[in-house]
């Protein structure tokens, strides 16, 4: 099955941007939905954005509607996150993962089985 990595996490300060990355390891990706996921300290996993095969088909979760936004690049593998206006609550890890289904919504870690490892987001001043 594929695999994932996720890069472009770091640390940005309250306001700032980033972009996340999440590469595959090869080109099947295309034939799946792809969704960002965060999990903050203490907290559980939750939905950030998914996206479908052709990169028509979106869905936001809570506040990273109109913040975030998902792209994916099918020809590199890649499907990226860009996320501005970062605030302290967006601090977490983020993961990518996907899955052989055909809807983004609902965007839910449980119907995802493949995942990467993660890459760490801490907004701060």
């Known amino acids: 099955q594929v695999q994932l990595e996720e890069s472009g996490g770091g640390l940005v300060q309250p306001g700032g941007s980033l972009r996340l990355s999440c590469t595959a390891s090869d080109p099947t990706l295309e034939e799946y939905v792809v969704g960002w996921f965060r999990q903050a300290p203490g907290k559980e996993r939750e939905g950030v954005a998914c996206i479908g095969q052709t990169g028509r088909g979106t869905f936001y979760v809570g506040s990273a509607r109109g913040r975030f936004t998902v792209s994916r690049n099918n020809a590199k593998n890649t499907v990226y996150l860009e996320m501005n206006n970062l605030g302290r609550e967006d601090t977490a890890i983020y993961y990518c993962?996907?899955?052989?289904?055909?809807?983004?919504?609902?965007?839910?870690?449980?119907?995802?089985?493949?995942w990467g490892q993660g890459t760490q987001v801490t907004v701060s001043s």
């Open positions: 993962a996907a899955e052989l289904i055909a809807i983004v919504d609902p965007c839910e870690p449980s119907l995802f089985g493949v």
